[in-house]
Nanobody, 128 residues
């Protein structure tokens, strides 16, 4: 069974940090690009960050650039999202997803429907 499992969410004060993890199983992780997406209550799902399969090229949404860092460890089938300087507007359910790598890794951010596998999400709540 192809699976992605997120962890690391929780409640944090504004200005704090969290590190999300996403562990993949059931498919060849290293062959796929990975994206982190989030969905806040009443809002559409938005792309946050993406990373290519092997070279490690990355892309970020403007709203998180300079605060979030995406990375991956193919030996562990895991992708991470380090989130620093959190603000209340970052409150959302965060999802990781795997998909075929596009020509531009940033393309993933605007096309969640193009991803093949999704996790169930982990809730991040940032208090003011």
């Amino acid at each position: 069974e192809k699976q992605l499992v997120e962890s690391g969410g929780g409640l944090v004060q504004a200005g704090g940090s969290l590190r999300l993890s996403c562990v993949a199983s059931g498919f060849t992780f290293a062959d796929y690009a990975i994206g982190w997406f989030r969905q806040a209550p009443g809002k559409e799902r938005e792309g946050v960050a993406s990373i290519s399969n092997a070279v490690g090229s990355t892309a970020y949404a403007t709203s998180v650039r300079g605060r979030f860092t995406i990375s991956r460890d193919n030996a562990k089938n895991t992708v991470y999202l380090q989130m620093d300087s959190l603000v209340p507007e970052d409150t959302a359910v965060y999802y990781c997803a795997a998909g075929v790598e596009p020509y531009y890794i940033s393309t993933i951010l605007g096309h969640p429907d193009g991803m093949d596998y999704w996790g169930e999400g982990t809730l991040v709540t940032v208090s003011s």
